[in-house]
Nanobody
């Protein structure tokens, strides 16, 4: 499975962006799609994840109420809607996929996209 993330860019604080992640193929054993982010010198941070089948999602407290994950099963795609962006949201955002249960741990995800840069100016 190959993942292609897109939609990053430069936005002012308080603004919005929508990231997209397209999967090259939907395999029956890919159960979870997630978004992580990373800034230089720091570990990759969990943002949110969603289960393909049910739409059940988990979200990090740092973005809860501002970021929303959704999926389009027909298009093999997931989206990350980011509202009320803050400068501390600046990072490279990665989409990821895994088998099994919903997880917030980066090491549990087997497939990763290339990342898309989000920059939030103050």
């Amino acid at each position: 499975v190959q993942l292609q993330a897109s939609g990053g860019g430069l936005v002012q604080a308080g603004g919005s962006l929508r990231l997209s992640c397209a999967a090259s193929a939907r395999t029956s054993n890919i159960a979870i799609m997630g978004w992580f982010r990373q800034v230089p010198g720091k570990e990759r941070e969990f943002v949110t994840a969603i289960r393909w089948s049910s739409g059940f999602a988990i979200t990090a407290d740092s973005v809860k109420g501002r970021f929303t994950i959704s999926r389009d099963n027909a298009k093999n795609a997931v989206y990350l809607r980011m509202n009320s962006l803050k400068p501390e949201d600046t990072a490279v955002y990665y989409c990821a996929a895994r088998r099994g249960l919903t997880s917030y741990r980066a090491e549990d995800y087997e497939y990763w996209g290339q990342g898309t840069l989000v920059t939030v100016s103050s």
